[in-house]
């Protein structure tokens, strides 16, 4: 039997108001298998943002539908999808956004704080494990200022990572990246591919998408994969 894919889009397009509507993505078909690694690339106003917040059911479909992990998401009320992104997605962006006066381990706990349900112990021990599982277990107690840009972004990743999800989606990940701090992310992702975790990576930059397993191209909010 074969396994439920990750993502499923069905003819997605999604419509904003304006005089005349802009039409930002444009019946957009996507499957993405477990421990797939997609890049997406396109110009400045192609669609890819919009494509990102309706992966990551930030943002509702206009039309057909998204399926991730098998659930079908754009009837779902919005504190159910809520849940389901809580549960199923973990985000990654170009700013790393990190609290500048926590440490690395706090900034991962924190991903866990409005949760509810575990004691602070048990956040600290997945936040250990977590950051173990991206190489920064020696870097625990430093605060984001004394890390390198790389760094900071695997601690951004092993806060995405926290709450287990089967899908990562990335958002430019290496745009504030030197070419070795890139590379070091990318060498990452390959590991988290192999340990199981689905990657979706939005980039401009060619280093990141020739990394992929896939590449899709978004013009004028059409998907095409190359």
Known sequence: MRETPVIELEGVGKEFPAEPPVQALREVWLRVERSDHLAIVGPSGSG??????????????????????????????????????????????????LLAHRTVLENVMLAELYHGGRSRRTRRERALAALERVGLGHRVGFRPDRLSGGERQRAAIARALLGEP???????????????????????????????LTIVVITHETEVSDRAARRARITDGVLVEE
């Open 48 to 97: 890819k943002s919009t494509l990102l917040n309706v992966l990551g059911l930030l943002d509702r479909p206009s039309s057909g539908g998204y399926r991730l992990d098998g659930i079908e998401t754009t009837a779902l009320r919005d504190g159910a999808r809520t849940r389901l992104r809580g549960s199923r997605i973990g985000f990654v962006f170009q700013a790393f956004h």
């Open 166 to 196: 089967s899908l990562l989606l990335c958002d430019e990940p290496t745009g504030n990246l030197d070419s070795r701090n890139t590379g070091a992310v990318l060498d990452l992702f390959d590991e988290l591919r192999e340990q199981g």
